[in-house]
């Protein structure tokens, strides 16, 4: 298949690190739609994969959960990944982008769309929440007009590269072998005879063993805990600096 560098290259979460060491070694070229998102349930990745991210953060799934950092927790519920990074809470947080079809409504002082090329509706955005709600228990998301742009640019490239003829490499953290495999399986049948590797990270012990298919990489490595400093959400460096090397892999 040839080295890293020739491949297309995208995390297919659990975590942010993933992303994160794929910008630090060159790797990540273009944003991919679970970056710095929280996909933990493997059989949620999996659908969202086998429905090619339909109605992914589609308004009627949406549930606010929590605050982070000034944005929003927001998790799909269909497919259970946690997003808390992509929902600034304060609009004058919202990043203007020039030719970006997002206008301020003058009456209701929420963001609406003129154009956007979705299915999302541009009207009042509410969204049920359970905690730091407001308004009989709904806030408004005022960012998902916004926010769902730059998502669907992610998810169209990431869906170009999948079906891409080029060999494209994916990496998920911290899933048993069993789930992996099971992943395995849903990228065979979306790529068919298209070259591609999934490199699977983590602590799970049989990721020190010989890999039960062409098709994955394994590689033993700890669990991230994130409650160790601000930035241990990145896990260990010199691991990952061995897990992304080309050499390491011969090629």
Not at 36 to 56: I, K, T, V
Not at 195 to 200: G, T
């Amino acid at each position: 298949m040839g080295c890293f560098e020739e491949s297309q290259c995208f995390s297919l979460g659990r975590y942010c690190a993933g992303a994160f060491h794929l910008h630090r070694h060159g790797l990540r070229t273009q944003a991919g739609p679970l970056d710095w998102m929280g996909s933990d349930e493997p059989e949620g990745l999996r659908a969202l994969l086998e429905c090619r991210f339909d109605g992914f953060m589609a308004l009627e799934n949406l549930r606010v959960i929590d605050q982070h950092h000034g944005n929003w927790v927001v998790v799909d519920e269909r497919y259970r990944v946690r997003a808390a990074h992509a929902f600034p809470i304060d609009p004058r947080k919202i990043p203007e982008q020039p030719g970006c079809l997002v206008s301020r409504h003058p009456a209701v002082g929420v963001l609406s769309f003129r154009c956007l090329r979705t299915l999302y509706p541009p009207a009042r955005l509410r969204v049920r929440a359970t905690q730091n709600s407001s308004r009989d228990g709904a806030i408004e998301l005022e960012s998902y007009p916004w926010a769902i742009r730059r998502l669907g640019r992610r998810v169209s490239a990431f869906l170009r590269a999948l079906d891409d003829p080029g060999p494209l490499l994916l990496i998920r953290q911290e899933d048993g072998m069993e789930d992996i495999l099971r992943l395995l399986e849903v990228l065979k049948k979306l790529r068919e005879d298209r070259p591609f590797r999934l490199l699977a990270i983590g602590p799970a012990p049989e990721f020190r063993e010989k890999t039960p298919a062409d098709e994955l990489l394994t590689f033993p490595m700890e669990a991230i805990d994130s409650t160790k400093g601000p930035d241990s959400w990145q896990g260990d460096h010199e691991a990952w600096n061995r897990a992304l090397d080309p050499v390491w892999w011969g090629g």
